[in-house]
């Protein structure tokens, strides 16, 4: 078995997004400061756009599908789906590169 396993990946991001959504409000939901903060915090160097307001504002509008300004843990996985999958194809692109 992988020593970074799947099972433990899974256990990071529970944790990862219960420790910023427990900061304010809902403590089941990220608000848009506590998003912001994860992004910066956890996804810092593939976010680059992470520090522009306009660019936060434009994610976070993506990841809250139902539009009540607050990302639930479905809105979450779905982005982070996405957001792996965009990382997952560049990591192929650079090894067809060599
Ligand atoms: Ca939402």
Redesign the pocket.
């Known amino acids: 078995m992988c020593e970074k396993n799947l099972h433990s990946a899974m256990g990071a991001i529970m944790t990862v997004f219960d420790t910023y959504a427990g900061k304010e409000g809902d403590k089941t ?1 990220l608000s848009k400061n506590e998003m912001k903060e994860l992004i910066q915090n956890e996804l810092g160097p593939m976010m680059k756009d992470a520090k522009d307001p306009g660019q936060v504002d434009e994610l976070f509008k993506c ?10 843990f479905t ?1 979450f996985m779905i982005a982070l789906a996405v957001f792996t999958c965009i990382c997952h194809g560049k990591e192929v692109d650079k090894s067809k590169v060599k």
């Open positions: 939901k990841m809250d599908a139902n539009g009540d300004d607050q990302v639930d809105e």
